[in-house]
Nanobody, 124 residues
Framework: QVQLVESGGGLVQAGGSLRLSCAAS????????MGWFRQAPGKEREFVAS????????DYADSVKGRFTISRDNAKNAVYLRMNSLKPEDTAVYYCAVGPSPASAHVRTAPGSWGPGTQVTVSS
């Protein structure tokens, strides 16, 4: 089973950038789709982005398309989320998740293990 720890969150002004990292342990990481989700106060957790096992296929929520980029480094057992042009509505706790298969698309509908999350706050 994959265990996850997120890092890289913080406070940033609107228009700024952050890069989140997710460190994974476990032998199945390199064969698993991975993703990022977020949960804002008073709202349900929502899908942000996902990537397949090799990094060749990605999916994004419409709200972050063109601003966020997901990537992974299987040699380092890590997945990243580069966030540009941040908006106050991006404020949330961001979570890394493992998918049930190597595919990117399955992460959105059936995320598995979660990390503890990292707080991202965007001030206006």
């Amino acid at each position: 089973q994959v265990q996850l720890v997120e890092s890289g969150g913080g406070l940033v002004q609107a228009g700024g950038s952050l890069r989140l990292s997710c460190a994974a342990s476990g032998s199945t990481f390199s064969r698993s789709g991975m993703g990022w989700f977020r949960q804002a106060p008073g709202k349900e957790r929502e899908f942000v982005a996902s990537i397949n096992w090799s990094g060749s296929s990605t999916d994004y929520a419409d709200s972050v398309k063109g601003r966020f980029t997901i990537s992974r480094d299987n040699a380092k057992n890590a997945v990243y989320l580069r966030m540009n042009s941040l908006k106050p509505e991006d404020t949330a706790v961001y979570y890394c998740a493992v998918g049930p298969s190597p595919a990117s698309a399955h992460v959105r509908t059936a995320p598995g293990s979660w990390g503890p999350g990292t707080q991202v706050t965007v001030s206006s």
